[in-house]
């Protein structure tokens, strides 16, 4: 069973040209693999149709096995509390503790306030912040900031995690610490999707490559052929 499916997926944007073309291809439970290709190729588009910020023009996603297009209304919100999101600008608060940016999707769930300062402990250890929950986020580094994204997107225990340009701002060194990251999620059950253009970065990580390039999936590339 797919956790996710896209059937001959296209996205046309008014004005443009197609912005994803007959896309097809599925994602395994606990899987991280990487979409990559040039500014413009697809990237976001195919990321937004699996949160629902967009919709497709043609063609079906399922997210474990819900046909998206069924998912409408009220219904809304609570697809986005399976898919957890991490943008390139990490779109935290800045006037909110990092305790404060991560419980808030618990918040917002309705948990207990006894079970979200122990799932937030728990999640910021995860990714290295154990005891910074009382810090600004502007008294963290930029990597830091990141990671504090990637906390609030997986505190919600999301079926399946996306992140757009998640080391855009960061220099390489960080960057590849924070695809490690990335890597190490899958083990806790959650399946992870990552858009790069970075080529070079995404090869060294040894994942599943999908490759767009002006809306079409050109190459969808296992781990083991990534050596060439
Ligand atoms: P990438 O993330 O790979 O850079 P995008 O998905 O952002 O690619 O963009 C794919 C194409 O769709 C580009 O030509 C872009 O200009 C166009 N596009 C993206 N979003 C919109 C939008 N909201 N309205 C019109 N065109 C868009
Ligand atoms: P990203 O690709 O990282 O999401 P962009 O700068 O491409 O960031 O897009 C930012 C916003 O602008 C998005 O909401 C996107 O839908 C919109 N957008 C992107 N390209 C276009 C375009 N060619 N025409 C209109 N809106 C666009």
Redesign the pocket.
Known sequence: MALLRFDKVSKS?P??PPALSEVSFSVEPGEMLFVTGH??AG???L??LVHL??RPSRGTVLVNERNLAKVRGRKVPLHRRQVGVV??DHRLLMDRSVHDNVALPLLIAGLPGSEVGKRVRTVLDRVGLGGRERALPAQLSTGEQQRVGIARAIVGQPLLLVA??PT?NLDPQLAAEIMQLFAELPAGGTTVLV?SHDLMLVKRMRRRVLVLDHGRLVDDIAPEDLAA
Do not use: I, P, V, W
Request: negative net charge.
């Open positions: 944007y004005g443009n500014s413009g990237k976001s588009t990321l937004r910020s967009e943008f390139q757009d340009e855009g858009a």
